[in-house]
């Protein structure tokens, strides 16, 4: 019996207390404050009432204030006109369960009927489906995640027990103007009719609402619907991120000018607008053998390559996708090759080079120009390279999550170019046409690929 009792316990705190917890402690799943300037939310549980809730849009519309109404489905039926009232005064209307039960005590199943049945009953009254579900309490079950996809939990930052007469209205006004703060999300009661309020308690909700409404307007603050107010949390969210990225690519680019001066990088061309920067080295990786004879082993000389990053940072923030960045890079390096052909010929120290050497995430169409492509031998600096230029696309451009499809993971996965130097000197004496028709097939190939990455839905490319 002790057995059964502890296994119950398990099974309650995993399907109710566990999720409950974690979404109240870290907002997980959820919506409860705003990060906003000078914007509040008010939110009302458990109605409508046929006495108190049109007494509130009075208020409301006195104030010129927006607002979050949580309807209870059962109270909802017959309130049509009400419901309309909302909608057409610019309220944002929200489910509250059918009738006024937590989903702790409830089936997924039965918590799913609940919902929908009050979305049809707040659709037939508005002509609009809501988005927005608040369980009663605030207490979610571990289905509700994942059952309740299509819907936006929201919270609170900020509860008073308005639901009890005897707190009165000078006390709970108090409580309330404590909480006059940019971004509340304040949970008030426009219904007594639900287990465990008093049906009156809305009354004194109504007079310490106005004295809040009143302070707040003389300090400049607007109240806003839940939806206004998500909106403009997720602006500044995107401006907070911005000025991060903007941190880290400062970072990148002065550690650059310092990698630059530490191992001697040569420019190809003109500084200002360069495509290229290279060294000639010892190739320490795997031996490499050329599809047209010849071969690459350790100790060669090569010339390294490095993609100028102020231009390939300067090319994401343009661009209207990962794809569209990649194939603006591809065409930079195709100009660019005659210029480093020509810098290599003059450069002594590049007279016994055996190839131009690099490790990019830019190798669709690199074939074309004359590359070789190699898969990178699996160890440290393989894993290392791949850590690094994955966190530089999240860093550069704005990817989204991709399925695990394999050849999605390849198109962002880095690869070892390799041109042989005898293909590289062509370069430095082909003629014009020469260079024409590799352009031309370097535009088929990156239009392919282009077109490709549109039929797997991903917004991911190799850099």
């Not at 009953?121 to 979610?140: F, H, K, L, Q």
């Not at 703060?181 to 609402?209: Q, S, W, Y």
Request: hydrophobic fraction near 45%; proline fraction near 3%; charge should be positive.
């Amino acid at each position: 019996m002790e057995n059964l009792l502890l296994w119950g316990l398990y099974v309650a705190s995993f399907y109710a207390f566990l999720p409950g917890l974690i979404s109240r402690t870290f907002g997980f799943r959820v919506f409860k404050k705003g990060r906003v300037e000078k914007e509040i939310s008010l939110t009302f549980d458990d109605g409508p009432d046929e006495i108190y809730t049109p007494e509130l849009l009075d208020l409301l519309a006195r104030y010129n204030a927006k607002a979050t109404f949580f309807v209870v489905g059962s109270h909802a039926e017959g309130q049509e006109k009400l419901l309309r009232r909302m909608k057409d005064e610019g309220h944002n209307i929200g489910v509250h369960n059918y009738v006024h039960k937590s989903n702790w005590l409830m089936r997924p199943r039965t918590v799913k009927r609940q919902i929908e049945r009050t979305l049809d009953i707040i659709e037939n009254a508005t002509g609009s489906r809501s988005a927005y579900y608040r369980p009663p309490w605030g207490i979610v079950n571990v289905f509700d995640y994942a059952k309740l996809g299509h819907l936006q939990i929201i919270l609170w930052s900020a509860m008073f027990g308005d639901w009890r007469i005897r707190l009165g209205s000078e006390r709970l006004k108090k409580r309330m103007l404590e909480k006059l703060k940019p971004g509340e999300v304040l949970l008030l009661h426009d219904c007594g009719m639900t287990f465990g309020a008093d049906k009156d308690a809305p009354r004194n909700m109504l007079i310490a609402l106005e004295a809040y409404l009143e302070e707040g307007a003389k300090q400049g603050y607007r109240f806003v619907g839940i939806e206004e107010m998500m909106k403009l949390t997720e602006a500044a969210r995107s401006i907070h991120v911005s000025i991060w990225k903007k941190a880290i690519i400062s970072l990148w680019l002065l550690w650059e000018k310092l990698f630059h001066v530490v191992f001697r990088l040569k420019t190809v061309g003109n500084a200002e607008d360069a495509a290229f920067h290279y060294r000639v080295i010892r190739y320490t990786g795997e031996d490499v053998e050329f599809a047209e004879g010849g071969r690459v082993v350790k100790g060669d000389r090569v010339a390294e390559l490095h993609f100028d990053n102020k231009k390939l940072s300067s090319i994401a923030a343009t661009s209207k996708s990962p794809v569209a960045t990649g194939i603006r890079m591809l065409r930079e390096v195709e100009q660019a090759l005659p210029l480093l052909a020509n810098q290599l010929a003059a450069d002594s120290e590049a007279n016994d080079i055996k190839a131009v050497y690099g490790v990019t995430m830019i190798h669709r169409g690199a074939d074309r120009l004359g590359f070789e492509i190699f898969q990178l031998p699996e160890g440290l600096f393989a894993k290392s390279t791949r850590i690094y230029l994955r966190m530089l696309i999240k860093v550069l451009t704005n990817t989204q999550k991709t399925g695990k499809d394999r050849k999605k993971r390849d198109m962002i996965s880095p690869r070892m170019l390799l041109m042989p130097v005898a293909t590289i000197r062509r370069y430095a004496t082909t003629q014009l046409n020469m260079m024409q028709d590799i352009t031309d097939a370097v535009e088929r190939t990156l239009s392919a690929a282009a077109d490709e990455a549109a039929q797997l839905g991903t917004k991911t490319t190799a850099i």
